[in-house]
T-cell receptor
């Protein structure tokens, strides 16, 4: 099955820095979702995007649905230690399916 | 509070034994899913069920089996035919059609020795 390409694979940053990560696909996606997974837990939904060009914020998090519909970006501003975890993008290629395709994840470490 | 419960959190089994992972939800969700997660990889779909008594294979169904006898329960059996069963297994559910409301359980880490 297809998986989305997510980069970077891992990031090590200092508290207070901004973070950017992205997700790309060779085919068009109709929805993009961003999840965060804490160690040993299930993913939790952060932001959902439903149309090309959409820019949505959730606190310090901002995500965008790429104009080409083949990519999405997640930015975290002013990182804090509790931002540590794995961030996954996910999406669907068709409006007629509810099966999510997941990215490979970006592992974020935040140092005080 | 409503949610998805996966049990146990950690499971150890000997090679060649079948093992069943539990997934229960009290969200009244119609659809339920099983994913496998390996280090450095995204989630891969094993099986899913959109209604009771019906389920479909996902991308990596070989060596796994499921049942959906009740709306709230979707157990996954990892059989001896699964060549590399050690992994983190996640169950998810959602209300109906579309992607709105996808909710994950906290996972079961299976180690086969």
């Amino acid at each position: 099955g297809q998986q989305l390409n997510q980069s970077p694979q891992s990031m090590f940053i200092q508290e207070g820095e901004d973070v950017s990560m992205n997700c790309t696909s060779s085919s068009i996606f109709n929805t993009w979702l961003w999840y965060k997974q804490d160690p040993g837990e299930g993913p939790v939904l952060l932001i959902a995007l439903y149309k090309a060009g959409e820019l949505t914020s959730n606190g310090r998090l901002t995500a965008q649905f790429g104009i080409t519909r083949k990519d999405s970006f997640l930015n975290i501003s002013a990182s804090i230690p509790s931002d540590v975890g794995i961030y996954f993008c996910a999406g669907t290629r068709s409006y007629n399916t509810d099966k999510l395709i997941f990215g490979t994840g970006t592992r974020l470490q935040v140092f005080p | 509070d409503g949610g998805i419960t996966q049990s146990p959190k950690y499971l150890f089994r000997k090679e060649g034994q079948n093992v069943t992972l539990s997934c229960e939800q009290n969200l009244n969700h119609d659809a339920m899913y099983w994913y496998r997660q390996d280090p450095g990889q995204g989630l891969r779909l094993i099986y899913y069920s959109q209604i009771v008594n019906d389920f479909q294979k996902g991308d990596i169904a070989e060596g796994y089996s499921v049942s959906r006898e009740k709306k709230e329960s979707f157990p996954l059996t990892v059989t001896s035919a699964q060549k590399n069963p050690t992994a983190f297994y996640l169950c998810a559910s959602k209300p109906g059609t579309g992607i709105y409301g996808y909710t994950f359980g906290s996972g079961t880490r299976l180690t086969v020795v």
